[in-house]
């Protein structure tokens, strides 16, 4: 199949391996992430094929899912849970892009807003060039963090 995604790919073979070598927290981050997979490929009206692009923003959510969640459960005290959050989300980040620093990603808002002529408009002009910085940073930073450092620069 042509539309074939290669980190698909990759993820099972490495579960394999994964299973083969007896690595029990990649293996069962990995199935949860191919779970994941799969249903983002059957919901909504017709079945489709994911592209690596898709598959990163697939992957993007569990992280964050298993930050938040090591978050709450550090919160609560319970750092055995915490921890296994973490490892899991360190499997899953073996397969995502490289992270930008936060210098990266106010270089890139700066353009952005440069871009857009929004300097003055302040949080008016926030949905502009938030529309210009998610391509340039989708699957690489926290929305949470961009949208944070929009704001600051649009003086918010």
Request: hydrophobic share 45%; charged share 30%.
């Amino acid at each position: 199949m042509a539309g074939m995604s290669q980190l698909k790919d990759r993820l099972r073979a490495d579960l394999t391996a994964a299973m083969k070598g007896r690595d029990e927290v990649r293996a069962g981050t990995l199935r949860m992430v191919l779970s994941a997979v799969t249903n983002a490929e059957v919901a909504g009206k017709v079945a489709r094929e994911l592209s690596d692009e898709d598959v990163v923003g697939v992957l993007s959510a569990e992280a964050k899912k298993r930050r938040e969640a090591a978050s709450a459960f550090a919160d609560g005290g319970r750092t055995e849970m915490a921890e296994k959050e973490l490892r899991e989300a360190a499997v899953i980040a073996d397969y995502l892009p490289a992270q930008l620093t936060d210098e990266e990603i106010a270089g890139i808002v700066s353009r952005a807003v440069e871009q857009t002529g929004a300097a003055g408009e302040g949080m008016r002009a926030m949905g502009k060039v938030m529309g210009v910085v998610q391509p340039q940073v989708k699957g690489r930073a926290d929305g949470a963090a961009v949208a944070a450092e929009v704001k600051r620069q649009l003086g918010a």
